[in-house]
């Protein structure tokens, strides 16, 4: 990855490393806007030339395994700024999440007769996260269908299974 990002021109590190996780944390929304579209010109740029390389390629080389080694550096830089791309992303819907909770907020207060605010109203405090992503799990539910239709899930299963073991 390091010998990669070595390879990459002075304006596409520039780029890459406007998606540290420091710089994306002060940025506004516009401002996520304004560098997710920049990273994903980039990494379309990429992956068109890489496809397109690749297809003139094939010709030549008589396949497509054979024309690929010859074309692998538009591929991993199409990767680059895939990963880039998709960190911007996360802190763009992050911000995105946080504008409209506050749109929201600042919607049901205009709504409130009187306009004056309850006591203790307003944005809850976010907590604190230890990693980047939490782990997101389905609600367990106590919905008789869903448990059926789980318990028919793993009896498929089960048949299938048991009918390889007979082969």
Known sequence: ????????????????????????????????????????????KY?????????????????????????????????????ALARVSWYLARAARRSASELKAERIEAARPGGTAAPG?????????????TARRRPTSADPALRRRHAATRAKGARRQARRDSR
Not at 21 to 34: C, K, R
Not at 56 to 72: F, H, L, M, Q, T
Not at 121 to 133: D, I, V, Y
Request: aromatic share 4%; charged share 35%.
């Open 47 to 83: 992956s068109k030339l890489y496809r397109r390389t690749a297809s003139e390629r094939v010709e030549e080389y008589g396949g497509r395994g054979k024309a690929r080694p010859k074309n692998v550096r538009n591929a991993q830089k199409a990767e680059v700024f895939e990963d």
């Open 121 to 133: 109203a307003g944005l809850p405090e976010a907590a604190p996260r230890t990693s980047q992503t």
């Open 1 to 44: 990855m390091k010998a990669l990002l070595n390879s990459l021109n002075e304006d596409e590190k520039a780029l890459v490393r406007e998606t540290g996780s420091g710089e994306l944390a002060g940025m506004e929304e516009d401002g996520l806007v304004d560098l997710h579209t920049r990273i994903r010109r980039a990494r379309n």
